[in-house]
């Protein structure tokens, strides 16, 4: 098992919760949710393997990053990440008139939380030297 952890290992993290977000809903027409609404659509066997591969997908990061931070772990990096928004709204650099925009930074900021949440241990671990142990049943 390797117990190194570095930047390279969050930008995986983050990759993966990238492709995860984005896959599944993005302003375009190329994620899940764009497939499954587009006109003509018809359900069958592979949409129903992707949204299963989608669902695990979810059913795993989500599960990591709330046992890793805590529902105020994800309280506070949610109000992060909006006061991130309000403060570019606020300088000008992102205007509320383009939707789309805001769409994409916010999905851009719920991967970016996927990720610090599968990885919050191994952070956590090099700021303060605590070791996480999950609870093992006997």
Not at 63 to 72: C, D, E, I, Q, V
Not at 110 to 137: F, K
Request: proline share 3%; glycine share 10%.
């Amino acid at each position: 098992m390797a117990t190194s952890f570095g930047f390279d290992s969050f930008i995986m993290r983050w990759l993966f919760a990238a492709l995860l977000v984005f896959g599944t809903y993005n302003p375009t027409a190329y994620s899940y949710v764009g497939w499954l609404m587009a006109e003509g659509f018809s359900f069958g066997p592979i949409p129903a393997i992707c949204g299963v591969a989608l669902l695990i997908g979810w059913a795993i990061y989500l599960r990591a990053t709330f046992n890793s931070l805590g529902p105020f772990g994800l309280v506070l990096g949610a109000a992060l990440f909006a006061c991130l928004i309000w403060l570019l709204v606020d300088l000008g650099l992102l205007t509320t008139d383009s939707m789309t925009a805001v769409t994409w930074l916010a999905l851009l900021l719920v991967s970016l939380l996927l990720a610090t949440g599968m990885s919050w241990s191994h952070i956590r671990r090099r700021l303060t030297g605590q070791l996480d142990v999950d609870d093992v049943e006997d």
